[in-house]
């Protein structure tokens, strides 16, 4: 963190302090923005925005340990609010998901492997604010009460959505797991 | 049940969070903070625009209710202060001025724009390119887009000029887009879409990583391909035979296309000088050597635009019958880029030193006269 860094002084100081940060910073909430967005390019695209705002606001952040939680929190409502406005109706072709691209190449092929693959596919199809809560909470592992102060929400909300989360991906996967029911040919 | 969710879920994430590639932090931190003070900067001048505007409305509206309001202005571009031309009458021109967009429009090789584009090269709204960032950045370096027709995203990545073949109705299209074969690093894909329809009708991926689509000629995509070491050079590709490679045609850039003159305006490898080169028959050949400095070609290729700061001679206008400009501007002037646009007018973008963004200006190459384009809001 950037801390002890000084305190947050007008011009150089105050940019070499965010540039601090961001070298410092980047790579654990570009993966958070991954997590969050299912999407490399959309990542590094919510994480410069996310970024940029906090760039603005950094002379009114005073706890400077708590730029994370800013950031994260930029990122979660920017993402829903892209995810609102415009690209709910884009239906993405011509490009191999990610996932899918490595499992293609043969990385691991074992069957835990296509099982989290399945898993992943299941999360890029939850609602943002489902899947910042199952990120929020599973990846970075932050309390009902954090992910409550990150979204905005109430405790009590968080647990609604990481319940339904949860539900949903379970009953995917039950569906998932359940037999193939072949067609009868006796009516042919 | 639940706890095996959980624990899926965990290993997912963790596993997903690892094949992020690592970025160049440092380049983040500078275009983060570049777009930081652009936005604060905007900030304060629609402030400062808004706080003008009541002030002018305070003073106005009753100047206007007694009956004594001011000529009105035009507000989409400001007429630079007295452009002088040499060996040309200095006629203003009454000429409506270009909107902000469809000068954009132009510099893809377009013509006019017939209401808005949000892709600034296709008038029919058949392909779009969507921002991929909230903002209002114009500055395509920092923003993914998606390339969408008819409501699907056919890709994302970050656009490397399009252009229109004007004969066929067929759009080229470029961007910048991952490649999972080659890691980080990004590869060019060029994709072709019947203007009419949106419908793909050739596409090749992992072209080189500086290559831009600069327009059509003889129903193939000109690419400049830039390359360090003054390597440049200007290919062509065929999309009616998409399997085969682009094809070399000259060193240098690019500046200029004239679809109908079969001609190309490149600017030579190390030298500041253009040549045109005719793209007809084989071999192709350069029409004019180093000796004057074109930076805009018209659409049939007879009549070039010269930048006027290396004091050409009047007698050598006679050649492409352009005009000289000298605009008054607060620094010296050097043309980033040009466009001879399709209703005969010449758009210059300009780089003057002292002024932090660039200065569009639309020209009139029969008497030089010029107006300065303001981006729309």
Redesign the interface.
């Known amino acids: 963190m950037v801390g002890e860094a000084g305190e947050s002084g007008a011009g150089g100081g105050r940019?070499a302090e965010?540039?601090a940060y961001?070298?410092a910073r980047?790579?654990l909430l570009?993966?958070?923005a991954?997590?969050v967005t299912g999407?490399?390019?959309?990542?590094?695209?919510l994480?410069?925005?996310a970024?940029?705002k906090t760039?603005?606001a950094w002379g009114r952040i005073r706890d400077r340990e708590s730029i994370d939680a800013y950031v994260r929190r930029v990122m979660v409502t920017?993402h829903v609010?892209?995810w609102r406005?415009?690209w709910r109706?884009?239906?993405?072709?011509?490009?191999?998901p990610?996932?899918l691209?490595?499992a293609a190449?043969g990385i691991d092929e074992s069957a835990?492997a296509v099982?989290?693959l399945a898993?992943?596919a299941l999360?890029r199809g939850l609602p943002p604010r489902q899947r910042a809560v199952?990120?929020l909470r599973?990846?970075e592992d932050l309390s009902e009460t954090e992910i409550a102060q990150t979204l905005g929400c109430t405790p009590g909300t968080v647990k609604s959505q990481a319940h339904r989360a949860?539900a949903s991906?379970?009953n995917a996967?039950q569906a998932a797991d359940a037999p193939v029911v072949e067609p009868s040919g006796g009516e042919r | 049940m639940n706890a095996d969710v959980e624990t899926q879920l965990r290993a997912t994430l963790e596993e997903q969070a690892g094949v992020m590639e690592r970025m160049d932090v440092g380049l983040l931190a500078d275009r983060v903070m570049a777009r930081g003070r652009a936005r604060r900067r905007r900030r304060a001048i629609g402030a400062a625009a808004a706080a003008v505007f009541v002030v002018v409305a305070l003073v106005a509206v009753p100047a206007w209710v007694s009956g004594t309001h001011a000529p009105v202005r035009p507000t989409m571009a400001t007429q630079l202060p007295e452009p002088s031309v040499t060996g040309r009458s200095a006629v203003p021109s009454h000429r409506a001025i270009a909107s902000y967009r469809q000068v954009l429009a132009w510099f893809q090789g377009l013509p006019e724009a017939q209401g808005p584009v949000s892709f600034t090269g296709d008038p029919w709204g058949v392909l779009e390119i969507v921002p991929g960032d909230t903002s209002n950045d114009a500055d395509e370096s920092h923003t993914v887009t998606r390339l969408r027709a008819t409501g699907q995203v056919l890709m994302t990545g970050k656009p490397r000029g399009a252009a229109l073949d004007s004969g066929r109705h067929r759009v080229a299209v470029a961007a910048a887009v991952p490649d999972p074969k080659a890691g980080p690093s990004l590869t060019i894909t060029l994709m072709v879409f019947d203007a009419d329809t949106g419908r793909m009708l050739s596409r090749v991926s992992g072209l080189d990583s500086g290559t831009r689509v600069s327009g059509w000629l003889d129903g193939r995509v000109v690419l400049d391909v830039y390359a360090s070491n003054w390597a440049n050079r200007v290919a062509w590709w065929d999309p009616d035979a998409p399997e085969a490679a682009p094809v070399d045609i000259t060193a240098g850039r690019v500046l200029d296309v004239a679809e109908s003159g079969h001609r190309i305006l490149v600017e030579g490898p190390g030298a500041r000088c253009s040549q045109v080169w005719e793209v007809i028959g084989k071999p192709h050949q350069a029409l004019e050597e180093c000796g004057m400095r074109l930076v805009a070609l018209s659409d049939d290729g007879r009549r070039g635009f010269i930048d006027g700061r290396y004091g050409i001679a009047p007698a050598m206008l006679d050649v492409w019958s352009g005009a000289q400009v000298a605009l008054k501007l607060p620094g010296p002037v050097s043309v980033a880029s040009a466009r001879w646009s399709a209703d005969d007018r010449v758009v210059l973008s300009l780089t003057v030193w002292g002024l932090k963004d660039g200065v569009t200006v639309v020209c009139e190459p029969d008497d030089g006269s010029c107006a300065r384009v303001v981006p729309s809001p």
């Open positions: 940019d965010f540039r961001v070298v980047s790579h570009l993966r958070t991954y997590l999407d490399h390019q959309l990542a590094e695209d994480l410069q925005t970024l940029t760039y603005l920017t609010s892209w406005r415009k109706a884009e239906t993405p072709i011509g490009e191999v990610d996932g691209a490595a190449a835990d099982e989290r898993m992943w999360l199952v990120v599973y990846y949860l991906l379970r996967l």
